[in-house]
């Protein structure tokens, strides 16, 4: 036996700050060598000068989840980290989700047993707060920050999980007091279901009216509003999914008078736009269907521009499985229905990482450093789970991604893992993919086929995040 159970050489390792060349010595699943001439391992892995970064820490995607309107989400824990893992993404958080009436405990119970034995790689659980009852703001929810579900999402919209105002602030004040991370889905739902409702009376109610549906003001307004409530209660939020500039100005703003406001954006936003949805009456607009919808191209750049310049902290994929065929995916209330009717999401948990490094990094549109800051660093930072993952350090997870990069391709829903009938980046053409993921130092895909039994992900009990503590002593806000 070797001193080291895995070794991988000739890496160009890549971190949120550096860049070097090194080889990178594994042992018990964590690495505790970086150096030049590591003595042999048990396994030897040459990764050949190519780019070796941190695991993606994927810390926006839903799997198995319930919805209530008759939808089934076509990826389990199982397929849904499967697709993680050979995409690059070796940590994923998908949403433990209350319903309305249910115990926020039991709803983190019924996810646990719904994720048994079946991921490949690690994993923790967001909660949905969407029924914030005396018992769980006084109980239930401190309680399970304090065993290690620090972070929660509530909704702006969406009638099954939103929270009114009131219910909002009662909710972030549990988390200024408890040190969690909040998430917002920051829309507005009466503008909405106001244009919603006139549009479907106008007969307009084609996917591509999704997009009409939800104009980038009702983005903005809400993310204003969530701002604000953040500044009221002085708790850090995270905005996610933000899709154009509107949101983006809000958030600038936000940061620029130091508030601790976060933003996340996603694929569909750099890649997609509201002509996705189609430019007729056709149905096939179903499957680009996410909310906020992709804008137009000049939002697209405020997008790019963002991931450079700070605007954002987390690129995530916001995986929603949905099938587009079949009674109980996109189509779920009929054959061809109602834009407000169609299951509302798109998947890409598989895709992320490689779309930014084709697009981005490779292109010069950002730096190899923001890549792994907003696809691993920062989300592990903001989730409690760094530094055991998201970077590349002596004591950190043997997470790794080596890169196979130059070789254009195009990029065809059959080459993926997850169980859904469609990507929407079908035929774009990429010249990066991963050419081997690593999780805890095991081989999860070779660059042909996905390795790993099901259940040897790990579940993660999160730390409360810096980000997360208040800026001003708890006795100077009678909260």
């Known amino acids: 036996m070797?001193?080291?159970?895995?070794?991988?050489?000739?890496?160009?390792?890549?971190?949120?700050?550096?860049?070097?060349?090194?080889?990178?010595?594994?042992?018990?699943?964590?690495?505790?060598?970086?150096?030049?001439?590591?003595?042999?391992?048990?396994?030897?892995?040459?990764?050949?000068g190519r780019h070796v970064t941190p695991g993606g820490v994927d810390s926006h995607v839903h799997f198995d989840q319930p919805t209530g309107d008759g939808s089934v989400m076509a990826d389990d824990f199982l397929t849904g980290t499967v697709s993680a893992a050979c995409g690059g993404t070796t940590t994923v958080i998908p949403f433990a989700c209350q319903q309305k009436g249910q115990s926020l405990r039991d709803a983190v119970n019924d996810y646990h047993g719904r994720a048994a034995h079946k991921p490949v790689i690690d994993y923790a659980f967001h909660m949905i707060v969407t029924d914030p009852t005396p018992e769980v703001l006084e109980d239930e929810l401190p309680g399970l920050?304090?065993?290690?579900?620090?972070?929660?999402?509530?909704?702006?919209?969406?009638?099954?999980?939103?929270?009114?105002?009131?219910?909002?602030?009662?909710?972030?004040?549990?988390?200024?007091?408890?040190?969690?991370?909040?998430?917002?889905?920051?829309?507005?739902?009466?503008?909405?279901?106001?244009?919603?409702?006139?549009?479907?009376?106008?007969?307009?109610?084609?996917?591509?009216?999704?997009?009409?549906?939800?104009?980038?003001?009702?983005?903005?307004?809400?993310?204003?509003?969530?701002?604000?409530f953040a500044e009221l209660v002085d708790v850090p939020i995270l905005i996610v999914h933000v899709s154009g500039r509107e949101a983006?100005?809000?958030?600038?703003?936000?940061?620029?008078?130091?508030?601790?406001?976060?933003?996340?954006?996603?694929?569909?936003?750099?890649?997609?736009?509201?002509?996705?949805?189609?430019?007729?009456?056709?149905?096939?607009?179903?499957?680009?269907?996410?909310?906020?919808?992709?804008?137009?191209?000049?939002?697209?750049?405020?997008?790019?521009?963002?991931?450079?310049?700070?605007?954002?902290?987390?690129?995530?994929?916001?995986?929603?499985?949905?099938?587009?065929?079949?009674?109980?995916?996109?189509?779920?209330?009929?054959?061809?229905?109602?834009?407000?009717?169609?299951?509302?999401?798109?998947?890409?948990?598989?895709?992320?990482?490689?779309?930014?490094?084709?697009?981005?990094?490779?292109?010069?549109?950002?730096?190899?450093?923001?890549?792994?800051?907003?696809?691993?660093?920062?989300?592990?930072?903001?989730y409690g789970m760094y530094p055991k993952k998201g970077t590349i350090a002596v004591g950190a997870d043997a997470d790794l991604v080596i890169w196979d990069e130059g070789q254009r391709f195009s990029l065809v829903n059959e080459r993926l893992h997850h169980n859904v009938d469609y990507t929407p980046y079908e035929g774009m053409s990429l010249s990066a993919w991963p050419a081997m993921t690593l999780s805890r130092g095991e081989v999860v895909w070779d660059g042909t086929s996905p390795h790993g039994s099901p259940g040897r992900g790990q579940f993660i009990h999160c730390s409360r995040p810096d980000p997360a503590r208040p800026r001003r002593r708890q006795s100077e806000l009678p909260l």
């Open 248 to 382: 983006v100005e809000q958030i600038r703003w936000a940061q620029s008078q130091g508030l601790k406001v976060y933003g996340e954006t996603c694929p569909q936003y750099l890649f997609l736009t509201a002509d996705s949805l189609g430019c007729d009456d056709s149905f096939e607009g179903a499957k680009c269907i996410c909310s906020p919808p992709p804008r137009d191209k000049k939002n697209q750049q405020v997008i790019w521009d963002g991931l450079e310049n700070g605007s954002f902290e987390v690129f995530s994929s916001d995986h929603a499985p949905f099938r587009f065929d079949g009674p109980d995916g996109k189509k779920a209330h009929g054959s061809e229905i109602s834009f407000d009717k169609i299951a509302n999401g798109i998947p890409g948990v598989e895709t992320r990482m490689a779309l930014l490094w084709s697009e981005g990094v490779m292109t010069g549109r950002i730096t190899p450093q923001s890549f792994v800051a907003l696809t691993a660093t920062n989300p592990a930072k903001l």
């Open 145 to 228: 920050i304090a065993e290690g579900y620090t972070s929660f999402k509530i909704y702006m919209t969406y009638d099954a999980l939103k929270l009114n105002d009131r219910e909002i602030l009662e909710t972030l004040s549990v988390a200024r007091r408890e040190g969690a991370m909040v998430m917002i889905h920051a829309e507005n739902s009466d503008c909405i279901a106001w244009l919603t409702d006139r549009l479907i009376a106008a007969g307009h109610t084609a996917p591509r009216y999704h997009a009409t549906s939800r104009p980038m003001l009702v983005e903005r307004e809400a993310t204003h509003r969530a701002i604000a």
């Open 2 to 48: 070797g001193p080291f159970d895995v070794v991988v050489r000739n890496a160009r390792v890549v971190t949120a700050a550096d860049e070097f060349t090194s080889d990178i010595g594994i042992r018990g699943g964590r690495i505790v060598a970086l150096a030049v001439e590591l003595p042999m391992g048990d396994v030897e892995i040459d990764a050949q």
